[in-house]
């Protein structure tokens, strides 16, 4: 019996010993897997950034991350407008999968998501900010979102399913309630946050530290600005959203003392009764001299527009310009906790948008300016400084990336693929890699009547099919022509490259399982 005893004894000391091995195993290769943020704001473009070689503006904070890691100079997105990029993220699958096809639609929020996936995994996680998919955010421990887009005064948040008011200027109250939460969070736990900012999306309010920043200064216009899309197809001649021609004059140039001529206008002037009295008196006083000035002037024509595209990105860079102080915030919070070393951070935007480029704003085409999206990462652990790749990527690999750096399982059905290799690699890409990326946009009609319309691209090559109530091909030689000024479909020279890039859009029409026939009205049978 005393001997049976000592061997019971024995296996119980060694299973305690092996649980305790285990746990600890455990607990270190927790402690091994990163912190991830998750930083997106909306409607920020490449051509803003400083990291990407602007002319306008410069974004410091932002170049900190691309500095202490990786630029990606071909960051492309599936679908560009709001809400299908952020569903396209979360699920890491197309617009036509995930249910979301334009800004209408409710994201259907009890379908897989890589939050989910790393909630589930032992991942405390966060999203503040906006969310703009209807339905409430699932798959977060904490959770305080926008409703709809947004103020950028004195906004509402939705803190865990309760409305709440809070005064303050959008940018700054979103950067206090993610940091807010950082300190609040279990630091035993590695954490995911969702850091999603409303700027730079329209009507561009500048918030009260940069309202008169660039007031004695001229922004270069694009030297396609005043573009007459005579070597284009219908959908650039008929889209809404020119720069001279669409803005209206209270809700996007901030002539405060005009007459409302829609509603647009009228919303402008109840969200100036919304800010507090002092709020209002110098967000009036910021704009009162230089419409007092245009008012004078009388302009007409191209001077007009001039001005316009003037005040227009003026205000843009304002609100970039909040965004970058409150990354500023979060980074320096970040080395003040230590926790700098093990912070995979992610800066991105939900698309493109256009600068005056074209004569336009807003986003929609698979033109360039709206199909790429700034995209930079750090992470000290595994990525070199200062690197920069021009792996063709898109918002479908954020979600397969975060969860391989997470150490979790990516599900076979999400449809992007992991940028670990690339950017554990100083940037260069395996040679497996994809050398196209495939683009479906839906929303027409719709605002801003952007045609419906899907294409390829490669390094060089682009090929655009608008479709549903017309049926037109657009070619473009990116080396020759990056502003796509020129559409060669009838070009003879081009033959070849064309067939080819049917025949790849084609397969990864197939690949990605975005059926045409179910989409279009045109007869499929006679394309190419």
């Known amino acids: 019996m005393a001997k049976n005893k000592i061997i019971i004894n024995a296996l119980v000391l060694l299973l305690i010993m092996n649980l305790f091995m285990m746990s600890c195993a455990q607990s270190s290769e927790t402690a091994e897997r990163p912190n991830i943020i998750f930083i997106m704001t909306d409607d920020h473009t490449i051509q803003a ?29 599936t679908n560009s407008i709001c809400a299908p990029s952020r569903a396209v993220i979360l699920t890491g699958k197309y617009s036509h999968l995930n249910g979301v096809l334009d800004n209408a639609q409710r994201f259907d929020g009890s379908q897989q998501t890589f939050p989910k996936l790393l909630q589930g995994a032992g991942y405390q996680t966060a999203m503040v900010g906006k969310w703009h998919l209807k339905s409430d955010p699932t798959g977060f421990d904490y959770w305080n979102v926008l409703p709809g ?28 309630f993610a940091l807010d939460w950082l300190d609040r969070r279990e630091q035993e736990k590695p954490f995911y946050l969702m850091l999603h900012h409303k700027a730079p999306h329209r ?11 660039y007031n004695d200064q001229e922004i270069p216009i694009p030297d396609n600005f005043f573009d007459n899309y005579e070597n284009r197809g219908t959908a650039a001649k008929t889209q809404e959203m020119s720069i001279s021609e669409i803005m209206f004059p209270v809700y996007d140039l901030k002539i405060l003392d005009a007459t409302p001529t829609n509603g647009n206008d009228e919303f402008m002037l109840k969200r100036l009764e919304r800010m507090t009295p002092e709020q209002r008196e110098n967000f009036i006083n910021a704009y009162k001299d230089e419409n007092a000035a245009f008012h004078k002037a009388n302009l007409q024509g191209d001077e007009l527009a001039k001005w316009k595209y003037q005040r227009y990105i003026k205000d843009y860079l304002r609100c970039v310009a909040s965004v970058d102080d409150n990354i500023g915030r979060v980074l320096d919070y970040l080395e003040k906790e230590g926790l700098t070393e093990n912070t995979l951070i992610v800066y991105t935007s939900d698309q493109g948008f256009y600068l005056g480029e074209h004569g336009w704003f807003d986003k929609r085409f698979m033109y360039e300016e709206s199909y790429k999206t700034p995209m930079v990462v750090s992470y000290p652990k595994s990525i070199k400084k200062g690197l920069t790749t021009e792996a063709m990527t898109m918002n479908l690999d954020i979600a397969p990336t975060l969860l391989e750096y997470a150490g979790v399982d990516v599900p076979e059905d999400m449809q992007g693929a ?6 554990n690699n100083n940037g260069k890409e395996p040679s497996d890699w994809r050398q196209s990326t495939y683009y479906h946009y839906f929303e027409y009609p719709g605002v801003h009547a952007v045609k419906r319309h899907y294409g390829v691209r490669t390094k060089q090559y682009k090929l655009i099919h608008f479709y549903n109530d017309i049926d037109e091909w657009e070619l473009y030689d990116l080396e020759k022509d990056p502003k796509e000024m020129k559409n060669l479909i009838e070009d003879e020279t081009y033959a070849s490259v064309k067939s080819t890039l049917m025949k790849e859009l084609r397969e990864l029409q197939k690949q990605y399982g975005d059926s045409i026939q179910n989409q279009s009205s045109v007869d499929v049978s006679r394309i190419p």
Do not use: C
Request: hydrophobic content about 35%.
């Open 203 to 213: 009507n561009w309010m500048p918030g009260p530290d940069h309202l008169d920043l």
């Open 418 to 423: 992991s940028l670990k290799s690339i950017m």
């Open 149 to 176: 887009q947004g103020l950028y005064y004195n906004p509402d948040f939705i803190e865990m399913g309760e409305r709440k008011n809070h005064e303050g200027y959008v940018t700054d109250l979103t950067t206090d």
């Open 49 to 77: 950034m400083s990291a990407y070689g602007s002319i306008i503006n410069k974004t410091p904070n932002m170049d900190r991350i691309a500095n202490a890691g990786i630029r990606f100079s071909n960051a492309f997105v």
